[in-house]
């Protein structure tokens, strides 16, 4: 197992894992896991050993009007078609 990265380092990275991801924002990594499959969660797939990287600062804004959304009530194939259109 890999030793975590501060938040310091975390927060000047351009790219960070889910479990980082998780830490920015508060949300649970199966929720993150399900928005990722569902494909309102960009990503990128890294080389060989096939670790998702997220663009720090467009994936918590991602996340932010995501959040925002289903507050409003707004269902997730709503949210997914919102966010194609945007």
């Given amino acids: 197992m890999s030793r975590q990265r501060s938040m310091e380092k975390i927060l000047a990275s351009e790219y960070v894992s889910i ?3 998780v830490r920015l924002t508060g949300c649970r990594y199966s929720t993150l896991k ?4 569902e494909g309102i969660l ?3 797939q890294e080389g060989e050993n096939l670790t998702r990287r997220f663009p ?3 994936a918590v804004a ?3 009007e995501i959040q ?3 507050q409003q ?3 997730i194939p709503d949210i997914k078609q ?3 259109g945007s």
Avoid: I, Q
Wanted: hydrophobic fraction near 30%.
């Fill in 42 to 44: 960009p990503f990128e």
């Fill in 19 to 21: 479990g980082e991801l």
């Fill in 34 to 37: 399900f928005y990722t499959e």
């Fill in 62 to 64: 991602r996340l932010e």
């Fill in 56 to 58: 720090r600062e467009e």
């Fill in 82 to 84: 919102k966010l194609a």
């Fill in 73 to 75: 009530g707004v269902c």
């Fill in 68 to 70: 925002s959304l289903k």
